[in-house]
T-cell receptor, first 112, second 116 residues
């Protein structure tokens, strides 16, 4: 079974731009979560989606948003990029909520 | 609030030796799971082992085992017969499954080096 895939793998943007990251979960998995990893803050939870509904959201500003499609694929969007948004964004999927999460390879975002 | 603490920023082990990584956590929930994830230089987060809090028996996966001390809220990872491929960042994480949230809370990580 194929693992979690994330596209793109690398991205360079400038301040003020917006970006959309994509995540395809493991086949049959309906829950998708997003995490941000930075050297200073470590791994932080962004949001969780299940059956196209956002179940939980971490402590991030409204510039961070996401959605999930009927095929369980998920996207996250960051508007008005700031330098501090430079990070590795990790997507994880699980069969349903409250189950072990399996991670994708991540998208490295660099904001200049 | 749920917290996970890894007090060892870096550890080193000789190939074929055994090493133990420490983790403590704090939660008021009764239904929770604990995990160790490995992140090699590729940055891919890989599940190493998981422990259900309601199980008294310590989880084991091949060379990896945990020492789960529920009363002390301690969850250490033991790696036996260390291999060069074990070199990575190791993250301890917890997830509360009793409430509405099931997201992972991570520690800051321990960087493990394996010397040949």
């Amino acid at each position: 079974k194929a693992g979690v895939t994330q596209t793109p793998r690398y991205l360079i943007k400038t301040r003020g731009q917006q970006v959309t990251l994509s995540c395809s979960p493991i086949s049959g998995h309906r829950s998708v979560s997003w995490y941000q990893q930075t050297p200073g803050q470590g791994l932080q939870f962004l949001f969780e989606y299940f059956s196209e509904t956002q179940r939980n959201k971490g402590n991030f500003p409204g510039r961070f948003s996401g959605r999930q499609f009927s095929n369980s694929r998920s996207e996250m969007n960051v508007s008005t990029l700031e330098l501090g948004d430079s990070a590795l964004y990790l997507c994880a999927s699980s069969p349903t909520v409250k189950e072990t999460q399996y991670f994708g390879p991540g998208t490295r975002l660099l904001v200049l | 609030a749920q917290t996970v603490t890894q007090s060892q920023p870096e550890m080193s082990v000789q190939e074929a030796e055994t090493v133990t990584l420490s983790c403590t956590y704090d939660t008021s929930e009764s239904d929770y799971y604990l995990f160790w994830y490995k992140q090699p230089p590729s940055r891919q987060m890989i599940l190493v082992i998981r422990q259900e809090a309601y199980k008294q028996q310590n989880a084991t996966e091949n060379r990896f085992s945990v020492n789960f001390q529920k009363a002390a809220k301690s969850f250490s990872l033991k790696i036996s017969d260390s291999q060069l491929g074990d070199a990575a960042m190791y993250f301890c994480a917890s997830a509360n499954y009793g409430g509405s949230q099931g997201n992972l809370i991570f520690g800051k990580g321990t960087k493990l080096s394996v010397k040949p």
